[in-house]
């Protein structure tokens, strides 16, 4: 279950600038570097504005249109700067409640309720496609809990707990293969299938080849 905990921190828009001022230093990007890029994207926007986004000059409220738009700007996951991912700090989300960054991360990706969420009605809120695929495919949830575990390892350069990651995740593996291998038709659909693909991908290598050797015998 995910970790919270209670303390004085910074507003949620002050983190998000903190991330975007650090991140953007990291790019070599001056503030009006940025505002560039965020126009060209075409959201008006000024060095000004952003430099109140980062917090300097007075603190600007960060919209979703604004955080979407720094995303894309920076080509970085907008999670990225929810999560405190570059100027790790407490996160708030609602009141006292703040959450460490690896645990806000997993919460905004869909891997783990916050706190003492309720995890049948977190997992249960998602899309229909989604939905199905979770009733559809047993054990797909666990998939992303086993890697999010492995991910945290690594980041903790535990190496018993990566190892130990990759024994859990084998093991869920090969229930999975069995599971799809208790449906015969669809099963069976899906090795023709991916052999159909590997053999036409097979094909247009040998016909990128015959080009290549083609054009250099051109040129000699």
């Known amino acids: 279950m995910a970790r919270s905990r209670k303390r004085q921190a910074p507003n949620l828009d002050a983190v998000v600038g903190a991330q975007i001022r650090t991140l953007r230093r990291r790019r070599d990007l001056s503030q009006q570097e940025l505002a560039d890029l965020i126009q060209k994207l075409g959201r008006k926007t000024s060095q000004p504005v952003v430099g109140r986004m980062e917090g300097v000059g007075g603190q600007r409220s960060i919209t979703i249109a604004d955080l979407f738009a720094v995303a894309a700007a920076l080509d970085v996951a907008p999670v990225e700067l929810l999560a405190a991912s570059f100027e790790p700090q407490l996160v708030p989300i609602v009141g006292d409640l703040r959450a460490e960054p690896r645990d806000a991360a997993d919460w905004i990706r869909g891997y783990r309720p916050l706190g003492d969420g309720n995890e049948p009605l977190y997992f249960e809120s998602v899309s229909e496609e989604r939905k199905q695929a979770n009733l559809r495919v047993r054990g797909l949830q666990n998939l992303r809990w086993i890697l999010s575990d492995y991910e945290e390892a690594a980041l903790r350069d535990d190496i018993y707990g990566m190892v130990e990651s990759l024994r859990?995740?084998?093991?869920?593996?090969?229930?999975?293969?069995?599971?799809?291998?208790?449906?015969?038709?669809?099963?069976?659909?899906?090795?023709?299938?991916?052999?159909?693909?590997?053999?036409?991908?097979?094909?247009?290598?040998?016909?990128?080849?015959?080009?290549?050797?083609?054009?250099?015998?051109?040129?000699?």
């Open 168 to 220: 859990v995740l084998r093991d869920e593996l090969e229930r999975q293969e069995h599971n799809l291998e208790q449906q015969p038709k669809r099963y069976e659909r899906a090795i023709a299938k991916q052999q159909r693909e590997l053999a036409a991908m097979q094909k247009r290598e040998a016909a990128k080849k015959k080009r290549l050797a083609s054009a250099r015998a051109k040129r000699r």
